[in-house]
Antibody
Framework: EVQLVESGGDLVQPGGSLRLSCAGS????????MSWVRQAPGKGLEWVAT????????NYADSVKGRFTISRDNAKNSLYLQMNSLRAEDTAVYYC???????????????????????WGEGTLVSVSS | DIQLTQSPSSVSASVGDRVTITCRASQDVSGWLAWYQQKPGKAPKLLIYATSTLEGGAPSRFSGSGSGTDFIFTISGLQAEDFATYYC?????????FGQGTKVEVK
């Protein structure tokens, strides 16, 4: 059974830092692009960052670029999100999500990272407030 | 960046109804559009990917169609467990983006 378990969420002051972790199990972690998605209280979903299997490619939302860093340790089946210079607007539930692998040759030919998020963790809450 | 606009923002419906949600992209996403269902306090669940492919385990009453910039998500025969919020997402190019969501409520 595929499982993703996030941890590390906490209450932090503006300008502070936090590191989130996501432990994957039940699948070959090193074979998948992995992502972070967040959801502010009462709001919609916002993609945050995505990382290639080997760590060679990382992509970020403009809202976090330069402040957040996605990383992974395939030997530990773990994904991380280092969050620096936190702001009140970063307050959200942060989800770890597995990016579904390409299931069509077209997707592979296009070099897409995947076709959606097929498994999600339960999320971890980050609150940024003084 | 590709903007996704869902409509309506909310819809009131009854069990058995047919519900249709549209997702319009600000530029061509080449069919790389997914749909998710989210219930309160829970993580989203993938229902449809690549415009119209049903994710394994998702009920067949869910369907998707469209191309280019205009996409439709349909629930044919709404069930009690379908009252939730639905999101579209494009994975054609980074930054990936979600629509703002459509809440399906009890009429």
């Amino acid at each position: 059974e595929v499982q993703l378990v996030e941890s590390g969420g906490d209450l932090v002051q503006p300008g502070g830092s936090l590191r989130l972790s996501c432990a994957g199990s039940g699948f070959t972690f090193s074979s998948y692009w992995m992502s972070w998605v967040r959801q502010a209280p009462g709001k919609g979903l916002e993609w945050v960052a995505t990382m290639r299997q080997d760590g060679g490619e990382k992509n970020y939302a403009d809202s976090v670029k330069g402040r957040f860093t996605i990383s992974r340790d395939n030997a530990k089946n773990s994904l991380y999100l280092q969050m620096n210079s936190l702001r009140a607007e970063d307050t959200a539930v942060y989800y770890c999500a597995r990016t579904q692998r390409c299931r069509t040759t077209t997707c592979l030919y296009r070099g897409l990272a995947g076709e959606g998020f097929d498994y999600w963790g339960e999320g971890t809450l980050v609150s940024v407030s003084s | 960046d590709i903007q996704l606009t869902q409509s309506p923002s909310s819809v009131s419906a009854s069990v058995g109804d047919r519900v249709t949600i549209t997702c319009r992209a600000s530029q061509d996403v080449s069919g790389w559009l997914a749909w998710y269902q989210q219930k309160p306090g829970k993580a989203p669940k993938l229902l449809i990917y690549a415009t119209s492919t049903l994710e394994g385990g998702a009920p067949s009453r869910f369907s998707g169609s469209g191309s280019g910039t205009d996409f439709i998500f349909t629930i044919s025969g709404l069930q009690a467990e379908d009252f939730a919020t639905y999101y579209c997402q494009q994975v054609n190019s980074f930054p990936w983006t979600f629509g703002q969501g459509t809440k399906v409520e009890v009429k």
